[in-house]
């Protein structure tokens, strides 16, 4: 890339940046919160393009300033040193113009958010559940390495083991950003434990990851809103199937429902609900975006494709395989114990390669 058309993209992002903290200092912005948070939010997000702007501005300045230096310095000692700077100067522009072009990509600002996840058996009876229970057990060892908190809100255990289904909320830096390569179809090939032939079976589950909606994304009148409560079943303790804790929401103009029974008190189970069902208001409208780039990029499949299948765990073989990008590991049990991160980095370097093809950059 030229580097004029690098300057001139940093040029309006500096503008930008200087504009936007222009305006975190005026009244009425303080006075309306909703705001503020957004802008200062963009602020922050602005402050590294504009520090590697600096850097790559200096860079260009001493590269100048050295090859004047070499068209009119006589003294072979200074030449030498003049040249051997110049040499390095100009070998850290491509690099530096690589950090520009990842950070000129336009960010999707629902990456900082936490995430609402659902793990969901599908076809396989009982296997399929047990499997959604070792895929909550890698996510969960993952999440616990990264020092992210797991709240579960609802879940339907399998008959011999795992989940039917099992829904809860993640939260920490940038959640979202770095789970939603999980969304889609994960296929496992193994002998399963009642299978007395050694047969290998094939089952599946349904991951979706959504981005956790704030007070100020979706706002829910409490006419439009719906509380049922029952008794929750399942682990608990003495609470169980004795008090009315568990709560049911359905939001009336869309249907939406969801329950929540993982606290024993009826207001953390509906703080909780509410939390979820804004989430689920909020993806509603985020889900024509999903649609939209499920199309343009491989690494990404959208929530409400369910058919999507994005990785295979073949167990006789010791075999991760993500289909997206054709990237295979030989080295299931490490996988399974939530070492996923290599995986997630290889899925967020194929997308950032094709965004900045989308970009033009």
């Known amino acids: 890339m030229a580097n004029n058309l690098i300057?001139?993209?940093?040029?309006?992002?500096?503008?930008?940046f200087v504009e936007v903290g222009e305006l975190l200092t005026q009244p009425d912005i303080l006075s309306d919160m909703e705001r503020y948070i957004k802008l200062n939010k963009e602020y922050k997000d602005?402050?590294?393009?504009?520090?590697?702007?600096?850097?790559?501005?200096?860079?260009?300045?001493?590269?100048?300033?050295?090859?004047?230096?070499?068209?009119?310095?006589?003294?072979?000692?200074m030449r030498e040193m003049a040249k051997a700077e110049l040499d390095d100067l100009t070998a850290?522009?491509?690099?530096?113009?690589?950090?520009?072009?990842?950070?000129?990509i336009p960010v999707d600002p629902e990456d900082e958010k936490n995430a609402v996840m659902e793990i969901r058996a599908g076809t396989g009876g009982d296997e399929a559940s047990i499997f959604a229970g070792d895929l909550f057990r890698m996510y969960s060892k993952f999440f616990?390495?990264?020092?992210?908190?797991?709240?579960?809100?609802?879940?339907?255990?399998?008959?011999?083991?795992?989940?039917?289904?099992?829904?809860?909320?993640?939260?920490?830096?940038?959640?979202?950003?770095?789970?939603?390569y999980e969304s889609g179809v994960h296929r496992v090939q193994r002998v399963p434990q009642t299978e007395t032939q050694g047969r290998i079976h094939t089952s599946a589950a349904s991951v979706v990851v959504l981005p956790e909606a704030s007070e100020f994304d979706v706002v829910i009148k409490n006419e439009d809103i719906?509380?049922?409560?029952?008794?929750?079943?399942?682990?608990?303790g003495q609470s169980v199937n004795t008090t009315y804790s568990a709560i049911r929401l359905t939001h009336i103009p869309t249907g939406v429902v969801v329950t929540c029974q993982d606290e024993k008190s009826q207001i953390k189970n509906y703080d909780k609900a509410l939390k979820e069902l804004r989430t689920r208001l909020y993806n509603l409208e985020y889900q024509k975006y999903l649609d939209?780039?499920?199309?343009?990029?491989?690494?990404?499949?959208?929530t409400g494709d369910r058919s999507a299948k994005i990785r295979t765990y073949n167990y006789p073989q010791g075999r991760m395989t993500d289909h997206r990008i054709n990237y295979t590991v030989y080295n299931l049990?490490?996988?399974?114990?939530?070492?996923?991160?290599?995986?997630?980095?290889?899925?967020?370097?194929?997308?950032?390669?094709?965004?900045?093809k989308e970009s033009n950059i």
């Open 333 to 356: 049990p490490y996988i399974l114990d939530g070492n996923i991160q290599e995986v997630l980095d290889k899925l967020q370097m194929a997308e950032n390669a094709e965004r900045l």
């Open 46 to 77: 602005l402050q590294p393009i504009i520090e590697s702007y600096e850097r790559y501005k200096l860079a260009l300045t001493n590269i100048t300033s050295t090859r004047e230096l070499l068209s009119t310095e006589k003294d072979d000692e």
């Open 7 to 16: 300057l001139e993209r940093l040029e309006g992002v500096k503008h930008r």
């Open 92 to 104: 850290r522009i491509p690099g530096m113009e690589e950090e520009i072009k990842l950070l000129l």
């Open 226 to 236: 719906r509380k049922d409560t029952y008794c929750s079943s399942g682990p608990g």
């Open 144 to 180: 616990e390495a990264r020092g992210w908190k797991v709240e579960v809100n609802n879940v339907s255990e399998g008959t011999a083991g795992g989940f039917k289904e099992i829904v809860f909320a993640v939260t920490g830096k940038g959640v979202y950003g770095v789970m939603k």
């Open 292 to 302: 939209e780039i499920s199309h343009k990029r491989k690494t990404m499949v959208s």
